[in-house]
């Protein structure tokens, strides 16, 4: 069985039908008294992909970051797998369990350059999960066959190309075996087609692995191709959630409607 595949069946064992893979409610934060997530409900369903979108500035990559844990909320509470990892924005004592399945990527290559992909890969697995050097090894070639790179083990990230580095970062991800992996327009620095191959990856891991996505993008393409669902920030809230067709085809909310129409141009 192939890493996501195992994660999922665990997700099946430890969630319940009526508990979200993720279910944050009520974020609350704010910088310099300006409300930034302004009592955010957001879940996220096993296998879900789900595509973010809105103006620079409405929150979308504070969303992501407090459900990972690099931003603390002042309130609000995150479950994950069925366990509450953050209750009235204070950490609980199950937070560990809860960052260990959350995987995030972003937009900027975050590789150690010193080191070769497979110590990118196995620098956390052994430090945090304890594992051996052989299962950490074991661990990064099939996280690399997942995306496509396992030829590339033994090179420097620096020989990389960005869609490369991408598609390594995934896979770095991936060896701490999340329920939900959280993008933060990781292809907005990579040339279209580069871009589609890294989104690829990701359609083809919800796919064939059932792994939950949380994407942040402008890519529209993608969003109708391959999203479940389309979430619009605005203002530090999410204004619409619904289905990619009825946000691209059929969409009654001005903003929204705006918003689509310029990124299409673009
Ligand atoms: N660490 C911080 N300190 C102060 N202000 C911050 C911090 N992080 C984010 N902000 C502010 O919070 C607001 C929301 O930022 P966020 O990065 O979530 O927006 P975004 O929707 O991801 O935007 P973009 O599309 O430009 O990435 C912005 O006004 C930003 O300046
Ligand atoms: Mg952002």
Redesign the pocket.
């Known amino acids: 069985m192939s890493q996501a595949a195992e994660l999922n069946s665990h997700a099946d064992v430890v969630g319940n039908n009526d508990v979200p893979l993720v279910r944050a409610t009520n974020l609350c ?1 704010s ?2 008294d ?1 409300k ?2 302004d009592g955010v409900d957001f879940d996220v369903a096993a296998g879900q992909v789900s595509v973010i979108i ?12 407090a459900i990972a844990g690099l ?1 603390e909320p002042e309130d609000g509470d995150v479950t994950i797998d069925g366990k509450l990892v953050r209750s009235g924005g204070e950490r609980t004592a199950d937070w560990n369990h809860g960052a260990a399945r959350v995987g995030m990527v972003f937009q900027s290559y975050t590789l150690w350059p010193h080191m070769n992909v497979l110590d990118n890969l196995t620098l956390a697995p052994r430090k945090i999960l304890g594992l051996s050097a052989s299962e950490a090894e074991a661990r990064a070639e099939k996280a690399l066959a997942e995306v496509g790179m396992a030829h590339h083990i033994r090179s420097r990230s620096t020989q990389l190309s960005g869609g490369e580095r991408q598609r390594v970062a995934i896979a770095r991800a991936l060896m701490m075996r999340p329920a939900v992996l959280l993008c ?2 990781i292809t907005s620095a990579l040339d279209p087609p580069v871009a589609a191959e890294v989104l690829g990856v990701l359609a083809r891991l919800k796919e064939e692995e059932g792994l939950a996505v949380c994407l ?1 993008t402008h890519d529209m393409a993608f969003a109708s191709k391959a999203a479940d669902r389309l979430v619009f ?1 605005l203002n ?1 809230r999410i204004a619409v959630d619904t289905s990619p067709d009825q946000a691209f085809n059929h969409c009654d909310n001005p903003e929204l409607k705006a918003f689509v129409d310029a990124v299409r141009i673009d």
Do not use: A, N, P
């Open positions: 934060k910088f310099h300006r930034v997530l809105g103006k620079s500035g409405s929150g979308k990559s504070t969303l992501l970051r931003e933060d327009e942040v920030f530090g």
